[in-house]
């Protein structure tokens, strides 16, 4: 059965004027292991984080960030991509509409799988290129970017504040919501869904 670990639990701070707070905010970093043999990270954090996920490989034990043949970005934000390098046998699958500067990134066009139960799913509205990774494991999670950075964003269907298509990011979250048995977030906690 495919399995999944967070390796680093995302954080969002906001400025009194509601601006994200980039030197205290990180993502969350999630790892799939499959069934049929890949190690796949989805979100690498900010690059400050770099110490926080190798401490995360290490409490996991018997596997490393070398073994990780996929990493999966669900958006080019900083907060998300800061630890892309970490991965060096890694392929780095980007959804198109995003700009990353990334060397021989895999550019995603449409929803395809990856690997056996897992599946690269289009969730534009927080940016346009926007993914998310729904995984069929013990249950039917949705690792979703910040296609709701927080539970609140998901459970009161409200959009991030930062996007660039507010009814592509409401059919996103009801795409998620639709599918998911559990919600892994940009920046808080897992939580069920049903």
């Keep these: 059965m495919n399995s999944i670990d967070v390796l680093v639990l995302g954080y969002l701070e906001r400025f009194e004027d ?3 707070n980039l030197k205290e905010t990180w993502s969350t970093s999630s790892l ?26 290490k409490q996991i034990g018997k596997i490393f ?29 980007v959804h198109e509409g995003e700009e990353c500067t990334i060397p021989n990134a895999k550019i995603v066009k ?19 290129g926007s993914m998310s990774v729904f995984v069929e494991a013990d249950r039917r999670y949705a690792i979703v970017g910040d296609a709701a950075p927080l539970k609140d964003n998901f459970t009161k269907r ?3 504040a930062l996007h660039t298509d507010a009814e592509a990011a409401r059919a996103s979250l009801e795409k998620i919501a ?17």
């Design 18 to 20: 509601g601006s994200v």
């Design 32 to 57: 799939i292991r499959t069934d049929d043999g890949h190690v796949i990270v989805v979100d690498t954090s900010s690059d400050f984080m770099r110490s926080p996920i190798k401490s995360a490989f």
């Design 65 to 93: 960030p070398d073994d990780v043949d996929m990493v999966v970005l669900t958006h080019c934000h900083t907060d998300h991509i800061g630890n892309v390098s970490l991965f060096k046998n890694a392929a780095v699958y």
């Design 110 to 128: 449409e929803d395809t799988e990856i690997a056996k139960g897992v599946r690269l799913v289009h969730t534009p509205g927080h940016s346009d």
């Design 158 to 160: 409200i959009i991030p």
């Design 178 to 194: 639709e599918w998911a048995d559990v919600v892994v977030p940009g920046h808080d906690k897992p939580f069920k869904v049903r």
